[in-house]
């Protein structure tokens, strides 16, 4: 199967792409990494079949340029220690029951308690960054046949600006906006940079299982794949090549 190049230019003020060997201070790589991107792709588009419980099909990159200097940037974030819990926001949804908020800060009248709800964390961030992703719509059986059609819907979406939800870069504080470029087209050059990143997250879902893992309660994986930026330009490799670290089959899902 011909898979056709679908290329995005995406930029935004701020940016972090975590490294997970760092658990306590956010540290960004100092490119977005194909999880990232992927899920940028996924905001735009996305195909679940009628029953959501599975997707028609998967985003690959193949190709990240980097289109603006790498600058880094200190800061100083809070975040909430509690997670929403989602069985309970669907509740509230089909209910008049009042949502229970999670406080991020307040006295012992209203938490209850002396600690806060919150913590400050140290990060390094991008800034002005600006990047131009190549990837391509790969189907899952039982739906090749709808391949031109889903690039179709894909290119009508990003050329107007079409999202689910507001694209990120890394962190939902820091919006990306991103612009269709066509192939063919003249397009400027990347920066003129080249590093060893080493080991570098790949994805933390097995992209090879369109949804089974979620439905089967089973917990996701993370895959790691040896990184190298060359005259500005990352190139990724596909998810079922060998130089994509995964666990072993019978410990994936453990």
């Excluded at 400050?120 to 059986?141: G, H």
Aim: charged fraction near 30%; hydrophobic fraction near 35%; proline fraction near 7%.
């Amino acid at each position: 199967m011909i898979y056709k190049p679908q290329i995005l230019e995406i930029w935004g003020d701020f940016a972090c792409f975590s490294r997970p060997e760092l658990k306590i201070e956010r540290f960004s790589y100092p490119i977005i990494t194909p999880s990232a991107a992927r899920g940028i792709l996924d905001s735009i588009y996305c195909k679940p079949n009628k029953d959501q419980t599975q997707n028609q099909f998967r985003w690959q990159l193949t190709k990240i340029e980097l289109l603006s200097p790498i600058a880094y940037i200190a800061l100083r974030r809070n975040e909430v220690k509690e997670k929403i819990n989602m069985t309970a926001v669907g509740r509230w949804m089909a209910s008049d029951e009042t949502p229970s908020p999670i406080f991020a800060d307040g006295d012992r009248d209203l938490l209850g308690t002396d600690e806060k709800g919150r913590t400050q964390r140290q990060t390094m961030a991008l800034k002005d960054v600006r990047y131009r992703l190549t990837a391509e719509i790969r189907p899952f059986p039982g739906h090749e046949d709808k391949q031109q059609a889903l690039e179709a819907q894909f290119r009508r979406r990003a050329a107007h600006g079409k999202c689910f939800f507001q694209p990120y870069m890394g962190c939902r504080e820091f919006p990306a906006y991103f612009e269709l470029k066509e192939v063919g087209e003249e397009l400027p050059d990347p920066v003129n940079h080249s590093q060893d990143l080493g080991f570098m997250l790949y994805d933390v879902f097995d992209l090879g299982r369109p949804g089974l893992a979620l439905m089967e309660g089973k917990s996701p994986f993370i895959s790691l794949f040896y990184a190298k930026i060359k005259n500005g330009v990352l190139n990724v490799p596909d998810f079922e090549n060998e130089e994509v670290l995964k666990p072993a089959q019978e410990d994936a899902y453990a």
